[in-house]
């Protein structure tokens, strides 16, 4: 004898070891037959492990919505089984199957990567996956009168999702790992940018974003309610006796307010347009920041193969990119999924199986063939993308060489230079505006079909005037094609959806690289604060190269001992300008060490290390800004009064105070308003006012005139008084005070004393001294007599 359920009220006979039996059973179905499901949700996503399985890309999005689907549909199963009579063999009949796809796709994707699997096998595979669809087509023998075909609906969901995976399993096991789309690179993407998007340290905020959650839940049930008040408005007006229903009509239009007639209109979306524009500008001030900060960590080595143009341009695009995800995620595809969902059980549960199935199936092949052409479109977009950041960057550098330019009258070879670069854009653009436009002709072709038969679906159960016993009115038709209407547009506005978010993952990507680049220089851990005193400085057997493998330094070691100064003097490229950074860290040495009072730089902070050490530039930029806020940069906490002493210790206070607008005169960018002497007392003050225990003159007076030069000279000995001082410089009359001369050559030591020591010696400084006399002996003689002339005045 069959036994049979309705509920177990119902059971019979009234066993209780039945209904207990029966209770195991619907437990045990429901965890085997989201096994699964679960695996996929728990271990692989948030691991990402199936973002460089291997997948085909547009099969990821098909597992994806197949265990989706089974998350949320197979439990219903069990539900159903409660609510109808089934026979207890059918029943174990759907068990055995969920039992079986769930082992047979979890074990191929498992071992997809380890054995290719014979083929008699995967055809196997694939005539039972087509047995298990069969209760489809015969589903009138299978399920005998009396059974809904909600619960039918519910088995071919399951199992053709299963096959899915199953599918995806056998295609994915010979491709290439490397091989990720951009929406594997923005799952990963969106991992680590959360810190910068959730406002953890605010509750305001906090509450602002679950507030903008609500109004989209809301905004969800009156899409629903708009298509039922249309039908009963319509039913009352084409009833027999017809009457003014000015309340559903107000409620109606009142919901309509609230929804809008686009994607951005409404009251709703208008509030929470605003609420989140807090959340907007929060996120887009932590990763700014974030970014800011991050590149002034990287090394000088990093900055030096970089162009500043191109660095900017995308940090501008990363977080514009990355504001348009944000809005696109939350406020379209999830109210978008969601609005598909609801739509989707509402034609199941108030219409029949025709009315569901028509609307997902188009649903399905809608969403996969947008996924497959903008995947392939991906090529193109990058393409584009590249090439219009070479133009960019062409064109920024060609301004800030601006000057050079004119010196060589090569304006139309830059010009010419950004044309070409921009051409090769323009055809990067055409292929992906091309390739767009096939986009949109499939996706409205699918719409279309969608709607046509839809239409005709609905009017034909109308005319019969029954549908599973129940009458129809006009009021029903409108009911359909409104909300079939509603449904389609999330999914018509799901191409730009998808093409947007992608061309947002592929923007973001250069600058997710920025934040992954590593911080070669940082302090070490247990780093300790720079002693003041004594100020000592050695190099032990110091070597350096960069990274092109050149050395650049080889086994260097000297000391200089506290108040002293040392001047470093050699050949162009014998690493002079080298020791400035190695001093300053802004590179760590390949071999030896560099010491501060006897403690190894790399075990002091680099903060504290910087702070106690003032350099005077070869090329000194200045910010674009006035003069007070370039000289204050040495001491931010300095007074008016400090900076005006800074200045007159530089002598360039009265140039200054001759200006009309004095210290708030602006220098220009990189201080192009200011000659090159002025630039270097600029740079003289601001060491004065920092105050260091270290000074380091790397080619202080490389920029000035032999006039200047020495005007100056008193300036930097000033500043050197009874600090440990370290000057680069190659004319040699600037270093004859020196307390010892090192003479570098390819990175080594090869002369060292005093100016008369070296003289003696008749080395390469000897050498340099006489070419540089005979050289510089007419200009400096013309000089003398100019000041002589001016003094006898």
């Not at 090394?299 to 990363?318: F, N």
């Not at 392939?376 to 993308?385: D, L, Q």
């Not at 060589?408 to 436009?437: D, F, G, H, M, V």
Request: proline share 3%; aromatic share 12%; glycine share 6%.
């Amino acid at each position: 004898m069959d036994i049979y359920f309705c509920s177990p009220k119902t059971l019979w006979p009234p066993d209780i070891c039945a209904i207990l039996l029966f209770y195991l059973v619907v437990f045990l179905f429901l965890i085997i037959t989201n096994s699964t499901s679960i695996l996929f949700w728990k271990e692989v996503l948030p691991g990402q492990q199936i973002l460089r399985s291997g997948y085909l890309k547009p099969i990821f999005y098909l597992v994806l919505f197949g265990h989706l689907i089974n998350s949320l549909f197979l439990p219903l199963i069990a539900l159903f089984c409660l609510r109808h009579w089934l026979s207890f063999q059918l029943l174990l009949l759907f068990i055995l199957n969920s039992i079986f796809w769930s082992i047979a796709s979890f074990r191929l994707w498992i071992n997809r990567f380890k054995y290719d699997l014979p083929i008699l096998l995967n055809f196997s595979y694939a005539i039972f996956a087509l047995i298990s669809l069969l209760p489809f087509v015969f589903w009138r023998i299978c399920f005998p009168n009396g059974i809904y075909e909600s619960y039918f609906l519910i088995y071919v969901i399951g199992v053709s999702n299963i096959f899915f995976i199953f599918f995806s399993c056998i295609t994915g096991r010979a491709l290439k790992r490397e091989e990720e789309s951009a929406w594997a690179n923005g799952i990963s993407w969106i991992v680590d940018i959360w810190p910068y998007i959730w406002p953890r340290k605010s509750v305001h905020l906090q509450l602002t974003v679950l507030a903008c959650l609500f109004i989209l839940a809301i905004g969800r049930a009156i899409n629903v309610l708009i298509p039922l008040y249309s039908k009963w408005i319509v039913d009352v007006l084409s009833a027999p006796e017809p009457y003014f229903c000015w309340q559903l009509i107000l409620i109606a239009s009142i919901f309509k307010f609230l929804q809008g007639s686009g994607a951005q209109g409404g009251l709703l979306n208008t509030i929470r347009s605003f609420l989140w524009l807090q959340i907007q500008q929060y996120t887009t001030l932590e990763i700014e920041v974030a970014l800011l900060r991050h590149l002034h960590s990287l090394s000088l080595s990093w900055h030096l193969s970089r162009r500043t143009g191109e660095v900017l341009r995308i940090m501008e695009k990363g977080v514009d990119s990355m504001n348009t995800l944000l809005n696109y995620v939350l406020f379209n595809v999830l109210p978008s999924l969601l609005d598909i969902i609801l739509a989707s059980i509402f034609f199941f549960t108030n219409f029949n199986i025709y009315f569901g199935f028509l609307v997902l199936f188009t649903m399905i092949i809608y969403l996969i063939s947008t996924v497959i052409i903008s995947e392939w479109r991906i090529s193109h977009r990058r393409a584009m993308n590249e090439s219009d950041k070479r133009a960019g960057a062409i064109g920024v550098d060609s301004l800030i060489n601006y000057e050079t330019i004119k010196h060589y009258n090569a304006e139309e070879l830059e010009t010419q230079r950004y044309k070409a670069a921009y051409q090769i854009y323009q055809k990067a653009e055409y292929k992906a505006n091309a390739s767009l436009s096939a986009l949109n002709f499939c996706q409205n072709s699918i719409i279309g079909f969608g709607l046509i038969s839809g239409c005709l679906l609905a009017a034909y159960f109308i005319v019969s005037h029954n549908i599973e016993g129940k009458m129809l009115s006009a009021g029903d038709y409108v009911l359909f094609t409104t909300y079939l209407l509603q449904l389609y547009g999330p999914l018509n506005f799901f191409g730009t959806i998808y093409r947007t978010i992608q061309r947002s993952f592929i923007d973001m990507e250069n600058m997710r690289e920025l934040l992954k680049q590593d911080i070669e220089i940082k302090d070490a851990i247990g780093a300790k604060e720079l002693e003041a005193f004594p100020g000592r400085i050695e190099f032990c057997d110091v070597s350096f190269a960069y990274k092109t493998g050149h050395p650049v330094l080889q086994n260097l070691s000297f000391i200089v001992d506290p108040g002293q100064t040392i001047a470093l003097v050699g050949p162009s490229g014998s690493g002079k300008t080298t020791i400035v950074r190695l001093l300053f860290r802004l590179y760590d040495v390949t071999d030896g060490q560099i010491l501060f009072n006897g403690t190894d730089i790399r075990m002091l902070k680099m903060h504290s290390l910087r702070s106690r050490i003032g350099i005077v530039p070869q090329d000194t930029v200045l910010f674009n800004d006035t003069i007070r806020y370039n000289i204050r940069y040495g001491r931010p906490t300095a007074t008016n009064e400090e900076i005006e002493g800074a200045a007159k210790a530089a002598a360039i206070h009265n140039f200054i105070t001759s200006h009309p607008d004095g210290y708030e005169c602006l220098v220009g960018e990189r201080g192009l308003k200011l000659s090159g002497g002025e630039k270097q007392r600029v740079a003289i003050a601001r060491a004065v006012l920092k105050r260091p225990e270290y000074i380091l003159l790397d080619e202080a007076t490389s920029a000035l005139d032999s006039k200047t030069e020495r005007s100056i000279q008193q300036n930097l000995f000033e500043l050197c008084n009874r600090r440990t001082c370290v000057i680069v410089a190659h004319r040699l009359s600037t270093v004859i005070h020196a307390d010892k001369i090192l003479v570098l050559k390819e990175g080594k030591i090869i002369e060292s004393g005093t100016h008369e020591q070296l003289l003696e010696n008749k080395g390469l400084y000897s050498e340099m001294w006489l070419l540089q006399n005979e050289k510089g002996s007419g200009i400096d003689l013309k000089i003398n007599n100019e000041e002589e002339e001016i003094n006898g005045k």
